[in-house]
């Protein structure tokens, strides 16, 4: 079976320090992976994904993540946080190999930035 | 393209009610898929199409919802009667099809709805 777990509920930052939001996932073949952010009163936007290939992917707005097959995660990355940043993250996985079905995401990370 | 679509964006009813809420996906995507998003349970997939097909409606809650896509441009997401615990935020996402299933999913606005 296809999951994906986000173990922090919240992560807080202060302005221009990195920021990881974290990521696991268990599929039985081969995943693709995606982040999507959301802001207050609007609808899931997409942030980046992986597909295959180099292991760090970049995103918008300055995100990065890295896929790592051994340990399983694809941890959201920014180098430095903005007070615009401030949203709540969802991971998302499709295991390739299950053909048809939809994307599994995870429960959101509240990311706060403070000034 | 205007993306996704979503109608209406804010709708208030009392408990017993009908609601219909209305997407229409991007151009050329095959797949669509309804979630609901609460505080309580984050956000739920309730149904998903390809290609106007049915294929997975073991999200939806009860017999009180129903979801239809006459065409690959219109779906509708149907609560009959409406009831207070439906209030969410319900949206719509298309994709196009990658590997023999859905890619990367294109969200909708959402539909805020309130059941008094």
């Known amino acids: 079976a296809q999951s994906v777990a986000q173990p922090e509920d919240q992560v807080n930052v ?27 009163n609007r609808g899931l936007q997409f942030l980046l994904k992986y597909i295959t290939g180099d292991n760090l992917v970049k995103g918008s707005y300055g995100f990065e993540a890295e896929f790592n097959k051994s ?3 694809f941890h959201l ?14 991971c998302a996985v499709r295991d390739i190999n299950q053909a048809g079905t939809a994307l599994i995401f995870g429960k959101g990370t509240t990311l706060s930035v403070s000034s | 393209d205007a993306g996704v ?12 009610q009908e609601v219909t809420l209305r997407c229409k996906p991007i151009s050329g995507h095959d797949y669509l898929f309804w979630y609901r ?28 919802f129903s979801a239809k896509m006459p065409n690959a441009s219109f779906s509708t997401l149907k609560i ?14 298309s994709s196009f099809a990658l590997a023999g299933g859905p890619h990367e999913q294109f969200f909708g606005p959402g539909t805020r709805l309130t059941v008094l």
């Open chain 1, 77 to 90: 990355k920014k180098p430095s946080a903005l007070v615009s940043d401030s949203a709540l993250y969802f």
């Open chain 1, 71 to 73: 340990q399983t995660s």
């Open chain 2, 5 to 16: 679509i979503q109608s209406p964006r804010h709708e208030v009813t009392e408990m017993g």
């Open chain 1, 14 to 40: 202060a302005e221009g320090n990195p920021l990881t939001v974290k990521c696991t996932y268990s599929v039985s073949g081969n995943p693709y992976l995606f982040w999507y952010v959301q802001y207050p």
């Open chain 2, 80 to 93: 009959q009667p409406s009831e207070p615990r439906d209030s969410a935020v319900y949206f719509c996402a």
């Open chain 2, 37 to 64: 998003q609460t505080m309580m349970r984050g956000l739920e997939l309730l149904i998903y199409f390809n290609n106007n097909v049915p294929i997975d409606d073991s999200g939806m809650p009860e017999d009180r």
